[in-house]
Each structure stands twice: as C-alpha cells, then as structure tokens.
C-alpha cells in the first residue's frame, strides 16, 4: 500500500516540476527560458507522458513558437529539441500532426533563414525531419 502512495506522489512532484518548467518558457529571462527548456527535454526524453502532455500541447506549442520566434541560437535549438521531443510523445495521431502543422511554418522559416544561427538552424532541420516522419498525415 505504501509504494503505491510513495508512487503517486512521486508522479505528482514529477508533473509539478514539468509544469514549473513549462511556465518558466515564458519567463522574461533568456537564460530562465533556456533552463526550462533543458529539464523538458530531458524529461520528454526519459519519461513517457502522453497522458501528461495531451492536455497541455497546445500551451506548450504556442510557448515553443515564441522561443523560436523571439530567442536566438541556443534558445531556438532547445526549443527545436524540445518540440521534436513532444512530437515524438504525441506520436503519429492527430495530437502529434497538429503540433508539427502548427509549427511547420516557422521551422522552415528558421531553417531557410541565413541570419539565423547555424545550431538554430540544425534544430529546426532535424525537428521538421522528425516531426514529418512522425506526425504528417499528408505524404507531401
């Protein structure tokens, strides 16, 4: 009875942190944002969390889209890293088709960009490669 407990307030710490980690994306600080986005992808690379994430891909895509839009270099390849990740968690269903839709414009806007930097730039190659493996539907 006890693991059972010990377990689901492990789970619970575990999602508290996760969503400490996604509000601090937002965080005014570029080096805060960057930090967040480094705990979330190691948690989306260790743990599975569809159940976790389902009801938060949207808050979660529009806060990657601002990373992408509005930091640079390191943060922009995070963010690539990071949504690469929740296009893997979210799988080839149409959760994981509408994260890589929402951000296919802007993956291939950072990508053409020569101004952007060259790590940004390889994120956001390897995150359209991977989410379109994964994620979308049409085959073109």
Not at 17 to 44: C, G, H, P, W
């Amino acid at each position: 009875g006890s693991e059972a407990v010990d377990e689901q307030a492990q789970e619970e710490e575990a999602e508290d942190k996760l969503k400490e980690y996604m509000d601090s994306i937002l965080d005014k600080s570029a080096k805060t944002r960057q930090v967040a986005l480094q705990n979330l992808r190691l948690a989306f690379s260790s743990k599975t969390l569809f159940e976790f994430l389902l009801e938060r891909r949207l808050t979660l895509t529009d806060s990657l889209e601002k990373c992408l839009k509005k930091g640079k270099g390191e943060e922009q390849a995070l963010a690539g890293t990071v949504l690469t990740l929740l296009c893997l968690q979210m799988g080839s269903g149409p959760e994981g088709e509408e994260v890589f839709r929402s951000l296919k414009p802007l993956l291939v806007s950072i990508l053409t960009d020569s101004m952007a930097s060259p790590i940004a730039r390889q994120s956001c190659a390897t995150a359209l490669g991977m989410c379109c493996y994964i994620a979308a539907a049409d085959l073109e």
